[in-house]
C-alpha cells in the first residue's frame, strides 16, 4: 500500500484516486498524524500532497521525520515538494512569480517516473498552482525537467528513490499525471497493481461489519445515487439490521420520491420507511433566504426526522448516508486543518454539532464516477446508477432567496420540460448534471398582446468527471431556444429563460 500524507490541499483525494486507477490500496494520514498511519500501515511508498500553507512561515505543517529514515520512495508535490527540500537542506522563498494553471514542462533528464512514457527534450503539459519556490535543491537532488517560470519543475535524487514535483500530476490538467503516479507506485514502490472496486467493496463490508457490531442503523435515502449505493452496501454487510428512510422534503424533482421507493422496495426488497415531512421542511424554511442558513435548517431537520424515526424502531445507533469525498472537502477541510470552506454540504456540514447516533459514511473516500463503478458492482440498474447528481438539499438551493411551495411546483415544471428535452435529443449521458434554476428576479414580458411581470428560470448543465471542476454544455442554439420557447409557454410564472454560461471553478455547479 502506499501512505499519503496530506498537508491540507483541495486535491489530495485525487491522488488516491489516481493511485486507485493504477490497481493500488492508498490510504490518506492528515500530516500530523501520519506517523501513526505510517507505523500501522506499513506503506510500500510515501507521497506528499499539496497545501495552502506557506513552508516560509514557522508553523506551517511538516513531514514526520520517520518518513525520511524509513528510505521508503517518496513522492512530493507542490507544497509536499517545498517542505521536502527545506527538511533535507534545501532552501524555499516567496516568489512574485506565482504560477497557477496551464504550464508546458521539458524533459531535460531521465527518470523512473517518466519509464514507458517521457523522453529527454520533450514538452509536456501540466497543471501548476503555487506561489512559493525552491530556490536551491536538498543535497543529491537533480532537476529532470523545467519549465520557464519554474527552473525545479521535476527534480529528483533516482538513487534515493525520491521525487519532487512543483505541479499536480493529479488533476486531469496534468494528462499524463495518472500514468506519472502509477510509474511511481508500481514500478518504484513495486506495488502489484492488483486492486480492483471488488475489492473496494469486500474491504467496505468488512469495515462496516467490524463498526457497527450488532448496532442498528438508520440510513437516509435522498433520491440520489450516492445514498442508494450506500444502502445497498450497508445492506451486504449488515443485512437486517439496517433501515433505509427516504424523507420527502417536499423539495424533490417530480416523480423522485416514486422511482427510489420502488427501486427499493421492488427490485431489492430491502424494508423502506417513507416519510412525508415535506409540510415541516417547507415551513422550517419560510423566510429563510441565506445559502448557508437553508443547508444547516436542513441537515439539522434531517436529523430530526431520522431520529424520530429511529426511536420508532426502538433505538438505532448509527445513521448511514451517501457523503462523497467533493462533500467533505468543500466543507470541511479533510485534515481538520488548513482547506478553506467552500459551502455546507448538507451531508456534512449541515449536521448539527449534537448528534446521539454515530456516522456510516462508507463512500467517504470516492468520487462520483467510482460510486457508480461501485453501483454497478452492486447490482444497481444502469438507468439508476448513470442518473444525474441530485444535492441533498434539493431544491432549496436551486431557488435562490425564500423557498416557498409555489416556487418548488413552477421549478418542477421547468426542470420536467428542460430534462425531456435534454433526454429526446440524447444527450443525457454526455451531460454531467442538468437542472433548471428559479431566480428571484422577476421581469417584464409581453405574451398575446398582454403584460407579463413574472420570474426568470436559469438553466445549468455542465460537463465534469468527478464534480470538483466542470465546463458548461456547448448546447446549441437551436435546442436552447426550444427549451426556452417551451418553458415560457407551458410553465405559468415563468417568463424568460437564460443559460449560465459559468465553468467552476469560479462558478460552483449548483448555485447555492
Ligand atoms: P457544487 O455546487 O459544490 O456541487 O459545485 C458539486 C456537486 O455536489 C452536489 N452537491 C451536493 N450533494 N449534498 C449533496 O449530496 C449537498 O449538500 C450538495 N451540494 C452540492 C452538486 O449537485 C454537484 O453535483
Not at 491540507?8 to 501520519?34: D, K, W
Not at 486492486?195 to 437516509?220: H, L, N, P, Y
Not at 467533505?328 to 456534512?348: L, R
Not at 435534454?422 to 433548471?436: E, P, S
Request: glycine share 10%.
Amino acid at each position: 500500500s502506499i501512505l499519503i500524507v496530506d498537508f491540507g490541499s483541495q486535491v489530495t483525494q485525487l491522488i488516491a484516486r489516481r493511485i486507485r486507477e493504477a490497481g493500488v490500496y492508498s490510504e490518506i494520514a492528515p500530516f500530523n498524524s501520519a506517523e501513526e498511519a505510517f507505523n500501522r500501515l506499513q506503506p510500500k511508498g510515501i507521497i506528499f500532497s499539496g497545501g495552502p500553507a506557506s513552508v516560509t512561515e514557522a508553523e506551517s505543517p511538516r513531514a514526520p521525520q520517520v518518513m525520511f529514515d524509513s528510505g521508503l520512495p517518496l513522492l512530493a508535490i507542490c507544497y509536499g515538494q517545498q517542505t521536502l527540500h527545506q527538511q533535507l537542506g534545501g532552501k524555499v522563498v516567496t516568489s512574485d512569480q506565482k504560477e497557477f494553471g496551464r504550464a508546458f514542462i521539458e524533459i531535460v533528464s531521465p527518470s523512473a517516473l517518466f519509464d514507458g512514457l517521457w523522453h529527454i527534450g520533450e514538452k509536456h503539459q501540466v497543471w501548476m498552482s503555487h506561489g512559493d519556490r525552491v530556490e536551491s535543491l536538498a543535497p543529491g537532488f537533480e532537476i529532470v525537467a523545467r519549465s520557464e517560470g519554474a527552473p525545479f519543475a521535476i527534480a529528483t535524487n533516482e538513487e534515493a528513490k525520491r521525487y519532487s514535483l512543483m505541479f499536480h500530476p493529479e488533476v486531469v490538467h496534468t494528462p499524463d499525471g495518472g500514468k506519472l503516479l502509477s510509474n511511481f507506485v508500481r514500478h518504484v514502490c513495486g506495488c502489484a497493481g492488483d486492486w480492483t472496486m471488488a475489492s473496494f467493496r469486500d474491504a467496505k463490508i468488512a469495515d462496516i461489519r467490524e463498526q457497527v457490531g450488532s448496532g442498528r442503523v438508520i440510513c437516509g435515502l435522498s433520491g440520489g445515487v450516492d445514498s442508494a449505493v450506500a444502502a445497498v452496501l450497508i445492506h451486504e454487510a449488515i443485512g437486517e439490521q439496517l433501515t433505509c428512510v427516504f424523507v420527502d422534503h417536499g423539495l424533490m424533482r417530480a416523480g423522485e420520491a416514486e422511482q427510489v421507493v420502488s427501486l427499493f422496495r421492488n427490485s431489492y426488497n430491502i424494508p423502506l420507511v417513507h416519510v412525508d415531512a415535506s409540510r415541516d421542511f417547507l415551513a422550517g424554511l419560510d423566510g429563510v433566504s441565506d445559502p448557508e442558513k437553508k443547508r444547516k435548517f436542513i441537515g439539522a431537520e434531517f436529523i430530526n426526522v431520522f431520529e424520530a424515526e429511529a426511536k420508532k424502531i426502538g433505538g438505532a445507533d448509527f445513521l448511514a448516508q451517501g457523503t462523497l469525498y467533493p462533500d467533505v472537502i468543500e466543507s470541511v477541510s479533510f485534515t481538520g486543518g488548513p482547506s478553506v470552506t467552500i459551502k455546507s454540504h448538507h451531508n456534512v456540514g449541515g449536521l448539527p454539532e449534537r448528534m446521539n447516533m454515530k456516522l456510516v459514511e462508507p463512500l467517504r473516500e470516492l468520487f462520483k464516477d467510482e460510486v457508480r463503478e461501485l453501483g454497478r458492482e452492486l447490482g444497481l440498474p444502469d438507468a439508476f446508477v448513470g442518473r444525474h447528481p441530485f444535492p441533498g438539499p434539493g431544491l432549496a438551493i436551486r431557488i435562490p432567496g425564500e423557498v416557498t411551495k409555489a416556487k418548488c411546483d413552477i421549478l418542477r415544471k421547468a426542470d420536467t420540460i428542460y430534462l425531456e428535452e435534454i433526454r429526446n435529443a440524447g444527450l443525457y449521458d454526455a451531460i454531467w448534471q442538468a437542472f433548471a434554476v428559479l431566480l428571484p428576479v422577476r421581469t417584464v414580458g409581453v405574451m398575446g398582446d398582454f403584460r407579463t411581470y413574472d420570474y426568470v428560470c436559469a438553466l445549468r448543465a455542465v460537463t465534469s468527471v468527478d464534480g470538483m471542476t466542470a465546463d458548461i454544455y456547448p448546447f446549441d442554439a437551436a435546442f436552447l431556444s426550444r427549451v426556452a420557447t417551451r418553458i415560457v409557454n407551458e410553465v405559468q410564472g415563468i417568463n424568460r429563460v437564460v443559460y449560465d454560461y459559468t465553468s467552476k471553478p469560479p462558478g460552483t455547479i449548483e448555485w447555492e
